[in-house]
């Protein structure tokens, strides 16, 4: 198996990962990718996962609120 050895060339969004052996440019930045770091509101919707797969979830919003809390809560624990 052959690795990489990648040289970083630039700053900020014109940074470039290149091969060091071959100066192919193998990573490129693409704001096209780029998601606000501030989403006003996230709305999950499992429907194409049970209309392509058959998935339905196994867990109630309000369950999974509850563990995710309980978490918060142990981590909040852990820190103090």
């Known amino acids: 198996m052959q690795g990489f050895d990648i040289v970083w060339k630039g700053k900020g969004l014109e940074e470039k990962g ?8 193998l990573i490129e930045i693409s704001s ?3 998601r606000p770091a501030e989403v ?9 996962a049970k ?9 109630k ?5 509850r563990i995710m ?7 909040m624990g852990e820190a103090s």
Do not use: H, N
């Open 18 to 25: 290149i091969d060091k052996k071959t100066g192919k440019t």
């Open 32 to 34: 096209e990718f780029f």
């Open 69 to 75: 809390v309980e978490a918060d809560m142990k981590r």
């Open 51 to 59: 209309e392509k797969l058959g998935w339905q979830p196994k867990t």
């Open 40 to 48: 006003d509101i996230l709305i999950g919707d499992y429907s194409k």
């Open 61 to 65: 919003f309000e369950e999974l609120v």
